[in-house]
């Protein structure tokens, strides 16, 4: 089976944990500050927060940007449920704006609409949380534009993106948003075996979310009540979390850093590959917006409905017969039974579920061989006839 994603790891990776293994730390030390300096660097962004997941950091940033019970979150349906979820860990309620037919990102004038009529029914959103779906940044600009103009805080999920451009720069810059959050799971661009980083602009919001991440306790004398009492002392200033991520996942990050150009690199070479192979089948093959270049964290094929009557179910069934890895992301999340519990119903989102009815994600990831490409093309082709 080739799968459609996994994690690229070398010798040089072990050695980074070996060393880690056999220093002091093991939980969270000075491997963590240098994995966050690393980022925070490559990325232009002022502040890096290492936590244990994506999710964590989508956590904490909403916390540490004031959202809470009757509060509103918005994201869109075309992600992973995290994105959705960290606004109801926080007391708040979740709706969704749909997406551009050919980004699959957040449609900037759907936003538009939506905010207009939120704010004149009073009911606007505190937190806006965009995904750049599969390495592609949204259209930061106009997104950005749009959340001053209706005083909405911004997240950026950029769990696909790292070492994402828009408008030439890197995602986590910070530029447009409030908090970017990126993640290293295994199949992501660079992995520390699981974990999250929220980068940021803004020296308080990134202090809070180093309490947040660490059961809101602090051990910095500007920030605690009382002083004088000796080296040992600390304060829970606030109702935090065990969110740290440790110095063996840190090393292993930083190590990965090190090839993140190489993995860049290798993820777009592969993706022109599969453009040039599949142009002539009945496929809708990744826009690539020219304001972005994308990570390509996944490469998303859609069943072109117009040119062929096949089922997505059927091609997906027949390339996991040949052997072909295939997935589909993502589910729409206003469909999940836990939201619909909640009022949501198909057919509120119709870009998101158009898309889903015809999307499949076939395998992507930098060990992924000349010889593998043409192997997913043949069995495409054959699944197609």
């Not at 220093?23 to 980022?39: H, K, M, N, Y």
């Not at 609409?113 to 965009?130: C, F, H, I, M, N």
């Amino acid at each position: 089976m080739i799968p459609y994603a996994r994690q690229h790891i070398d010798q040089s990776d072990c050695e980074a944990v070996l060393e880690a293994l056999r220093s002091d730390f093991l939980t969270q030390g000075p491997a963590v500050p240098r994995f966050e300096q690393t980022l925070a660097a490559r990325t232009g962004a002022s502040h890096a927060v290492a936590v244990n997941s994506a999710t964590s950091a989508l956590h904490i940033a909403c916390l540490a940007l004031g959202l809470g019970p009757g509060d509103r979150l918005w994201t869109v349906p075309n992600t992973y449920v995290a994105s959705a979820n960290c606004g109801r860990y926080c007391g708040a309620e979740v709706d969704f704006v749909d997406i551009d037919a050919r980004t699959y990102n957040l449609s900037a004038s759907a936003l538009a609409l939506k905010l207009d009529e939120a704010q004149r029914s009073g009911t606007l959103p505190k937190v806006l949380v965009t995904v750049h779906f599969a390495g592609q940044s949204c259209e930061m600009a106009a997104i950005g534009a749009l959340a001053r103009r209706y005083g909405v805080r911004l997240i950026e999920d950029g769990s696909h993106a790292v070492g994402g451009r828009y408008q030439g720069a890197e995602v986590g810059c910070c530029s447009y948003s409030d908090v970017t959050v990126l993640s290293f799971h295994p199949v992501k661009i660079i992995t520390t075996g699981e974990g999250g980083m929220a980068l940021t602009n803004d020296a308080g919001l990134a202090a809070r979310m180093r309490r947040l991440r660490s059961h809101g306790v602090t051990r910095d004398p500007e920030e605690m009540q009382r002083h004088g009492e000796g080296a040992w002392y600390y304060e829970q200033s606030e109702l935090g979390f065990n969110y740290r991520m440790t110095d063996l996942q840190a090393a292993l990050g930083l190590s990965q850093c090190r090839r993140l150009d190489e993995f860049l690199a290798r993820r777009r070479a592969i993706a022109c590959e599969y453009d040039a192979m599949l142009a002539d089948l009945p496929l809708i093959l990744p826009f690539q917006h020219p304001d972005t270049q994308s990570a390509f964290h996944l490469y998303v094929i859609q069943i072109d409905s117009e040119r062929t009557s096949l089922a997505r179910r059927v091609v997906f069934e027949r390339l996991r017969h040949a052997g072909i890895g295939v997935n589909v992301h993502y589910i729409p999340v206003h469909t999940q039974p836990y939201y619909m519990r909640r009022g949501f119903r198909p057919g509120q989102y119709p870009e998101s579920e158009r898309y889903y009815s015809r999307a499949l994600s076939i395998p992507m990831y930098p060990a992924l061989s000349s010889g593998d490409i043409r192997a997913v093309a043949a069995a495409l082709r054959e699944a197609l006839g």
